[in-house]
Structure formats: structure tokens, C-alpha cells
Nanobody, 124 residues
Framework: QVQLVESGGGLVQAGGSLRLSCAAS????????MGWFRQVPGKEREFVAY????????YYADSVKGRFTISRDNAKNIMYLQMNSLKPEDTAVYYC?????????????????WGQGTQVTVSS
């Protein structure tokens, strides 16, 4: 079993940057395909980014492409989401997810385990 804990959220002005971290416990992190999602109250959870187990493959939602970068350090059991040029519409609770089953990386239900989320608020 893998447990995930996000950190790094906060309040930032539009145009600013934040780096989210997702610390994992458990020996399977290094072989786990991982992702970031976000959710605004009253809306469905939204895919943000995906990374393969060896960082060789990454995918991004169109809304964040060119601004966000997903990465991981398997030696430290940590995944990151570097968020630059933040916009007010990026405001959400951000969740890390792991243990992707199958190939549909944008589907939240395809992931086996989740963190508790971290709030990101971007002011205009």
C-alpha cells in the first residue's frame, strides 16, 4: 500500500509560481505511474498531468501545457508539480494520485491511491 501526502499549496498572485510536492511511502512508488488532478467545489475532478514510472513519458492537460511541469525523484519517493504563470482559473484543490491501472491516465478512477489534497489559490 502506498500513502501520498501533498504539500506546497498556498496563495499566490496571478503570474506567480508554486511547486507542489507529493511524498510517497511504500516500496512500490518507483514503479507506480502517477498523476496530478485538481478540483473546484461543485465541479468534477480534472486531470492536470501524468508521469510514467521512469519519467520517460509525461502528458498535460491543454489548460496547463507550457506552464506546468511534472517530475519525480524515485530515490526520494517524491513527485512534483512546478506551476508557473499561474492564473486565477488554476485555483483548486490539487491531488496527487498513483497506481494507474490501464492506459487511461486522465481518468481519476483508474488510479489506486490518492493524497488528501492541497489548496492552491491564485488571486487576480
Amino acid at each position: 500500500q502506498v500513502q501520498l501526502v501533498e504539500s506546497g499549496g498556498g496563495l499566490v498572485q496571478a503570474g506567480g509560481s508554486l511547486r507542489l510536492s507529493c511524498a510517497a511511502s511504500g516500496r512500490t512508488f518507483s514503479t507506480s505511474r502517477m498523476g496530478w488532478f485538481r478540483q473546484v467545489p461543485g465541479k468534477e475532478r480534472e486531470f492536470v498531468a501524468y508521469i510514467s514510472w521512469n519519467s520517460g513519458i509525461t502528458y498535460y492537460a491543454d489548460s496547463v501545457k507550457g506552464r506546468f511541469t511534472i517530475s519525480r525523484d524515485n530515490a526520494k519517493n517524491i513527485m512534483y508539480l512546478q506551476m508557473n504563470s499561474l492564473k486565477p482559473e488554476d485555483t483548486a484543490v490539487y491531488y496527487c494520485a498513483g497506481g494507474l491501472r490501464g492506459s487511461n491516465y486522465v481518468l481519476g478512477s483508474a488510479y489506486d491511491y490518492w493524497g488528501q489534497g492541497t489548496q492552491v489559490t491564485v488571486s487576480s
